[in-house]
């Protein structure tokens, strides 16, 4: 059965700072992973796919990386901002029409 | 993008009333919808999974009597919470796929009173 984690379950750091947030996953066969951005009462948006073969995504200043054979990902969030304060949840998928196995997610604070 | 539209946003109901979900795929057509549930600073946890025309899969714990899943079309799934009580209160997400990335709707708060 997949499981993934993420931790630490909270993080809080001043505006301008990289940062680095961690998934790990103990079923290395996936078919995608992706992360996704979650605010407070509302529904998901998504931020990266990664298909199996690829290695990293990006988007604007996020980068998403996959490291299938150790079962981890990171998404790095470079120049943090107030606004990028939400939960990110880490998911991974086993086939094309398969269901999303989630982790409880990273809920991030961006302090101005 | 493709865009997933789930409505109402937030219910509230009375305990022992039933309350229907609706989860629309608006510009795609959807081969299979998965039905997820969240608690408080908990996980997406799936409670089923749909394919248009027949019936869906429930996962081990889900009471498929009391979470009805209707996938009459390609673009519309309901999750129909029946009897509710308020353990169930809850927030409902929806995805659809036709072999392509998950699209997600905004959710459902439900509130059992």
């Known amino acids: 059965k997949q499981e993934v984690t993420q931790i630490p379950a909270a993080l809080s750091v001043p505006e301008g700072e990289n940062l680095v947030l961690n998934c790990s996953f103990t079923?290395?066969?996936?078919?995608?992973l992706q992360w996704f951005r979650q605010d407070p009462g509302k529904g998901l948006t998504s931020l990266l796919l990664i298909q199996s073969s690829q290695r990293e995504q990006t988007s604007g200043r996020l980068n998403a990386s996959l490291d299938k054979s150790s079962g981890r990902s990171t998404l790095y969030i470079a120049a943090s901002q107030p606004g990028d304060s939400a939960t990110y949840l880490c998911a991974v998928r086993a086939g094309a029409n398969s269901k999303l196995t989630f982790g409880k997610g990273i809920t991030l604070s961006v302090r101005p | 993008g493709a865009v997933v539209s789930q409505h109402p946003s937030w219910v509230i109901c009375k305990s022992g009333t039933s309350v229907k979900i609706e989860c629309r795929s608006l510009d795609f057509q959807a081969t299979t919808m998965f039905w997820y549930r969240q608690f408080p600073k908990q996980s997406l946890m799936l409670m089923a999974t749909s394919n248009e025309g027949s019936k869906a899969t429930y996962e081990q714990g889900v009471e498929k009597d009391k979470f009805l899943i209707n996938h009459a079309s390609l673009t519309l799934s309901t999750l129909t919470v029946t009897s509710a009580h308020p353990e169930d209160s809850s927030f409902y997400i929806c995805s659809a796929t036709a072999n392509s990335p998950l699209h997600f709707g905004n959710g459902t708060r439900l509130t059992v009173t």
């Open positions: 079923d290395s066969a996936i078919y995608n």
